[in-house]
């Protein structure tokens, strides 16, 4: 394979957003908690998944889509022109096609065989109220089982860029296939970029984090409270020292602020771009890393790449769903930033 057949290759876990219209009424008759994330099991998703598909009110249908933190990234990192390959697992069912299908429609390869035995595809079941609340119940699925033999040494090496979701320290395997992912970009010459994912995800992680900082990773994100949690630092100019001693590119998001770009002694404050209404937030920080990375693939300055970053994650928070729905290359064209 030819050397950058890709800008940026992507681990993450494989889940198929499932959204729907209902009413009150049917939350309170299948007991979802309106407005909060609940993880479910694969028994109570297919009773979920059922429920939504008869419900009368979602008269256009089920909207499936492919989702994830790092297969949203890749979404927006294609819909800017960039080249992508998503890692992850999906297992050979229904949804599983869903998600293969819809990383294809969005321009981004994914070629990972998916299992024939084992736990169905993941799938975050979205119920949509009229009062636009998101009550979502995520089944975790067959994307918990990424293992190294899932990763391609070829494909990987490929790539300017390999990012990581945090999310993947869950599983041991998923570690270890990220592993040899490094391995593998590295070997080439390329730069691997993490994100945090949550907090809760560095209460879990924060050892092993800093150990892939010092070792591994050249590339940070991390919203403000993740970054508070990763450094042990309340006073946001002790994070940029923090940042700064670390050496590699820190990218931190403010979300209203904008955002602050780190590297050694330069920082870049970048303020955020224009939004008519905030509707869903979902999404921002995948988006603002498609842009960022995108940027940064194509040899842009950080301050720009900060602001490709801070243009899509403004597009996608102004509509629900976590990936855009307006070209952001037609977008970045007008804002003269490619």
Not at 106 to 133: H, K, N, Y
Not at 233 to 246: G, L, R, S, T, V
Not at 293 to 321: M, P, W
Request: proline share 2%.
């Amino acid at each position: 394979m030819a050397q950058h057949s890709y800008d940026v290759v992507g681990l993450g876990n494989a889940i198929v957003d499932v959204i729907a219209s209902v009413d009150d009424r049917f939350l309170l008759n299948h007991r979802i908690a309106k407005g909060g994330m609940t993880l479910i099991d694969e028994f109570r998703a297919k009773d979920l998944l059922k429920a939504l598909a008869d419900n009368r009110q979602a008269l256009s249908g089920l909207y499936e889509i492919a989702g994830g933190s790092a297969a949203n990234t890749l979404a927006g990192l294609s819909s800017l022109g960039g080249r992508g390959l998503f890692v992850g697992k999906v297992f050979d069912d229904v949804l599983g096609n869903v998600f293969a299908r819809s990383m294809a429609e969005m321009g981004v390869d994914f070629t990972t065989a998916p299992a024939r035995e084992g736990l169905s595809t993941a799938s975050c079941l979205i119920a949509v109220t009229p009062d636009g609340q998101r009550s979502m119940s995520t089944y975790l699925g067959a994307c918990r089982w990424l293992t190294p033999d899932d990763v391609n040494e070829e494909e990987v090496a490929s790539a300017r860029v390999l990012y990581l979701e945090g999310y993947l320290w869950d599983e041991e395997s998923a570690k270890d296939a990220s592993r040899k992912a490094i391995a593998a970009v590295k070997g080439a010459g390329g730069r691997v970029a993490l994100s945090v994912s949550d907090s809760f995800c560095i209460g879990r992680f924060r050892s092993e984090f800093l150990h892939l900082l010092d070792r591994d990773v050249n590339i940070l994100f991390a919203n403000e409270d993740e970054a508070k949690a990763l450094f042990e630092e309340e006073d946001f100019d002790k994070i940029i020292a923090a940042a700064k001693k670390w050496g590699g590119i820190t990218a931190l998001t403010r979300s209203a602020k904008g955002c602050v770009i780190v590297q050694e002694d330069m920082v870049h404050e970048i303020p955020a771009a224009p939004v008519s209404q905030v509707i869903d937030t979902t999404g921002a920080g995948d988006q603002f890393a498609a842009g960022f990375l995108y940027g940064l693939t194509q040899g842009k300055g950080l301050k720009d790449c900060g602001r490709l970053g801070a243009l899509a994650a403004a597009e996608v928070i102004s509509h629900y769903g976590a990936r855009p729905e307006i070209l952001l290359q037609v977008l970045a064209e007008k804002a003269g930033l490619i």
